[in-house]
């Protein structure tokens, strides 16, 4: 049954103690909700072949990790045993044996052969050949098991590849591989299946063990947590999580709608009939007037491209009075008759100069046309077309003019019927069965293709190809989620939000904001066009990442308060690493000492806890372990729920609206920014009174109402309205990075601008020697039962190319992967990512060179079909990979389950002087 969102109090979560001077209390506290991102399918059961496979893997890898430990020790063993045998069997044998070892190569049978008495005088030796016997038995077993196990798990595969949901899904990202899945299901025992396998294996996997939201892969929901309690914990993945129904929401791609729209918007006659704004204030200065300029390009694929700079002409006159009557678009005409009145009361000649004069501003991109589409409508398509109407003959137009404007509202109403036939494809997407959706898909980007070509913005050459819609399946019934978290993990959580500030990007953005800021216009000093102010904004993200490590090397450079931020970093380190030491002999875990980190809200900077704070934890349970594994943290305020709320149950926008309320400070005035810049995701509803755009019609705070300020008091820079000398809240609950959005509104885009935390600076690094390079393992990092990040190794691409060899050439992958998982001591279940690449300093293009690497995807090493399959994967990863501990571990599990990630936003109140 649906569960009302509970209204009472939410407990106090955590305190930490007041330091020397600064606030009493940190107060942190939970959204008494929570999104759900649950794999629609679940994870199918092992059968007893695949077990047994599982299990003989196991014993081998136990061997294969007693063998290696064995090899130095008995290397020791074997130069010491020289006096007990004669010269030439220690030159002839012990010598060429001990080499092998060392060197970690397979001895020769007949050296081998040789040993006579050597193992009754070198116990080691005899434990090694034991050993070495039992691995021959096991690989014989695994040999006679390793068919029936892969047999299982392409029955298995089979099973999940007829399911209705993966067939849907994989259908958007692909026709042929849909029929790759389709094959699969089938039972195809062909070469074309086998060599599909992989893939097929690989989506199918994205299908029950990831959380991200994409079509019918991954269903979201919104449920209550209607009480904090202590107790058994309910265990997330139970498949009755999703008993109620599931719902498809399928839009048009804005990137296209946008296109088309601007396409159109190159013609005169549509111009014209629309009301126009100034582009921007005017920064005046030594009589020459400044204006921010953007022009919006479609490059293909799947983003828009804000191409900005500023445009500068001589102050007053007609320009100062356009931008005076133009700052909320008006209709031309009526600019046109304004602008004339005022000329003629100057004596200037008028009429037709006017006119002239507006042609040239809207030709300079200086007087722009209001958007006939709403940035956040929920039916483009249907606007678009209403747009394209013919709304009668031309008034007040000749017989020639009449007949072009009959010829043009003509062709609008063609076009209208085209992009009404595009919008009814699209609705109908939702519904249509696996087989239908290729061709619908295949459709739908030769009509937009066909559409953007007839308005002139023709589809470039070789641009990647046009996704043409976008789907998210919802659960629109709020989900029981009574007993997922408890009061021990509330407050873990409220502890860790004090680390998270600790190691946030956006604090030291606001310092770099801040000192830009001071620098150029001085302490207490006023931008009153916020837009000049952004590209330095945009630099500032550049100069932080740069600091981030606030290294001791950098503390010249850091920017004013940080000396205290970076201060306790090092006390913290220090903390940690002391801590550490007491307890060196564990590898694969680093526990953060309870104490300080309690600690810590107390003693952050007073700047820092100046304005409130949200974060969003992204969680997943580890029920066999009792861990509470953080998979990401980011920024709070409803940013990852947003996108979804306009679906759900009405309750989930109203308590997020609600809760913001309650996490900023009492009498704070809050406003929203809502670009979309043509990605579906930026779309969500207002959640505050206030918004902010360029248009006052839509937009209760123009961009132009807003001024950019150091407050003094604070010592922060703050957005304040002209009007009433309010500062602002600006919070941006969109999903695009700024730095892909324009750069005018970059300070609005990054008033809160946390969210960017990094805990790597607390887990020691440690090389591994391997095939081919180098392995860089970095341990498990725990605050009390909540991991903060997993164990993790860096693989160069030159131990990526031997690994994936020796796995290809092995007769069984099973004895390859079990002497890698000795060698590196890696976990039987993973999770595979591209190495990271070095990042350029441009934040834009390092985000999209992110986004186009292959994603992250399960690795099951005790599974016969994954074995057979990862050769293959490696080979995606030229650049080297990442190997990451799977927390909680998917595979083998004894009955079905979901893969399930909770979304909880916690909330730390501003601390003003």
């Excluded at 204030?281 to 490059?299: I, Q, V």
């Excluded at 694929?301 to 001589?314: H, K, N, Q, T, W």
């Excluded at 730095?739 to 609005?748: K, S």
């Excluded at 031997?802 to 007769?811: G, Q, T």
Aim: hydrophobic fraction near 40%; proline fraction near 9%; glycine fraction near 8%.
């Amino acid at each position: 049954m649906p569960q009302e969102p509970s209204r009472s109090p939410e407990p106090r979560l955590a305190a930490a103690p007041a330091g020397p001077g600064r606030p009493a209390g940190y107060r942190v506290r939970s959204a008494p909700y929570a999104l759900v991102r649950t794999t629609v399918l679940t994870h199918p059961p092992q059968g007893p072949e695949a077990e047994r496979f599982r299990a003989l893997l196991a014993r081998l890898h136990r061997t294969e990790t007693r063998l290696l430990r064995t090899t130095a020790p008995l290397c020791d063993d074997l130069y010491a045993s020289r006096d007990g045998h004669p010269a030439d069997f220690h030159r002839d044998v012990v010598l060429p044996l001990r080499r092998a070892l060392h060197n970690g190569r397979e001895p020769r049978p007949a050296l081998l052969a040789r040993l006579g008495d050597l193992p009754e005088r070198v116990p080691r030796l005899a434990d090694w050949t034991a050993l070495r016997a039992r691995r021959r038995t096991l690989l014989a077993e695994l040999g006679a098991t390793a068919g029936p196990a892969l047999a299982a798990e392409r029955e298995a595969l089979a099973a999940l590849c007829r399911e209705p949901a993966l067939a849907k899904a994989v259908a958007l990202t692909s026709a042929d591989l849909l029929r790759a899945v389709r094959r699969a299901a089938g039972g195809a025992d062909d070469r074309k299946t086998r060599k599909e396998e992989a893939t097929v294996l690989r989506h199918a996997l994205r299908a029950c063990t990831k959380t991200s939201p994409l079509s019918w892969f991954t269903a979201v929901g919104w449920g209550a947590l209607p009480s904090v309690r202590t107790g058994t914990r309910l265990s997330w993945g139970e498949p009755g999580l999703l008993d109620g129904p599931l719902h498809a929401v399928v839009k048009p791609n804005r990137t296209l709608t946008t296109a088309l729209t601007l396409a159109l918007l190159d013609a005169p006659h549509r111009r014209a009939g629309l009301p126009h704004r100034i582009t921007s204030s005017a920064r005046t200065t030594d009589g020459r007037a400044a204006y921010s300029r953007d022009r919006t390009a479609f490059a293909g694929g799947r983003y828009l491209v804000a191409r900005e700079d500023e445009a500068e002409l001589p102050a007053g006159g007609p320009l100062g009075l356009v931008t005076e009557h133009a700052a909320d678009p008006v209709p031309l005409g009526e600019l046109a008759e304004r602008l004339t009145a005022a000329l003629r009361e100057t004596g200037a000649a008028a009429g037709p100069a006017a006119e002239t004069f507006l042609a040239r501003l809207t030709e300079a991109g200086l007087l722009v046309p209001a958007d006939p589409v709403p940035p956040q409508s929920a039916d483009p398509l249907h606007d678009i077309e209403t747009w394209l109407r013919p709304a009668g003959p031309a008034r007040h137009a000749g017989d020639t003019e009449r007949a072009a404007g009959d010829t043009e509202r003509a062709g609008d109403a063609e076009r209208a019927g085209r992009v009404a036939g595009i919008g009814r494809l699209t609705e109908a997407f939702g519904a249509a069965a696996a087989e239908e959706r290729p061709a619908l898909l295949a459709g739908l980007a030769d009509r937009w293709a066909a559409e953007l070509a007839e308005a002139g913005r023709p589809v470039p050459a070789g641009s990647a190809p046009l996704t043409v819609l976008s789907e998210d399946v919802v659960a629109p019934l709020p989900l029981p989620l009574d007993g997922f978290l408890d009061t021990a993990d509330h407050t873990a959580l409220a502890e860790v939000t004090a680390l998270a500030e600790l190691f946030d990007l956006g604090h030291l953005l606001r310092r770099v904001v801040r000192d830009r800021f001071v620098a150029r216009y001085g302490p207490g000093g006023t931008c009153r066009h916020p837009w000049e102010f952004g590209a330095e904004v945009t630099e500032a993200w550049e100069t932080a990442g740069r600091l981030a490590d606030l290294d001791p090397a950098d503390r010249a450079a850091l920017p004013t308060g940080t000396e205290e931020l970076a201060a306790l970093r090092d006390g913290f380190t220090a903390a940690v690493r002391d801590a550490r030491a007491q307890d060196p002999a564990d590898a694969a875990e680093v526990v953060l000492p309870p104490g300080p980190v309690r600690a810590l809200g107390g003693h952050l900077p007073g700047w820092a806890l100046e304005r409130p704070l949200s974060y969003a934890y992204f969680l997943q349970r580890d029920p066999d372990r009792g861990l509470l594994a953080v998979n990401h943290v980011y920024g709070g305020w409803g940013r990852f729920s947003s996108r979804f709320l306009d679906a759900l149950d009405p309750r989930a926008t109203a308590e997020t609206a609600r809760q913001i309320r309650r996490g900023l400070a009492p009498g704070a005035r809050a406003a929203q920014i809502r670009p979309v810049g043509g990605f579906n995701a930026n779309l969500h509803p207002l959640l505050v009174p206030d918004e902010i755009g360029p248009d006052h019609r839509r937009a209760s705070i123009a961009e132009g109402d807003l001024e950019l300020v150091h407050d003094e008091p604070t010592d922060q820079v703050r957005l304040r309205l002209r009007s009433t000398g309010e500062h602002l809240d600006v919070l941006y609950p969109g999903f695009l990075a700024p730095v892909l959005l324009p750069r005018r509104i970059a300070a609005h885009l990054c008033d809160h601008p946390h969210g960017v935390v990094d805990f790597r600076s607390l887990v020691p690094r440690r090389v591994l020697t391997a095939p081919g390079g180098r392995v860089v393992h970095s341990p498990r990092l725990l605050h009390r039962h909540v991991v903060l990040r997993r164990r993790r190794w860096q693989l160069t691409p030159g131990v990526v190319r031997e690994l994936r060899a020796e796995l290809a050439a092995a007769p069984a992958p099973a004895e390859a992967a079990a002497r890698w998982r000795a060698l590196l001591d890696l976990p039987e279940q993973l999770f595979l990512h591209p190495a990271a690449t070095a990042p350029t300093g441009r934040p834009a293009e390092d985000f999209l060179s992110r986004l186009s690497r292959p994603k992250p995807h399960f690795v099951d090493l005790g599974s016969a079909l994954h074995l057979r399959c990862l050769p293959k994967w490696l080979s995606r990863h030229g650049d080297g990979a990442v190997l990451e501990e799977a927390l909680p571990a998917p595979g083998g599990p004894a009955a079905p389950a979901r893969a399930v990630e909770l979304v909880l936003e916690v909330y730390r109140s501003g601390r003003p002087r």
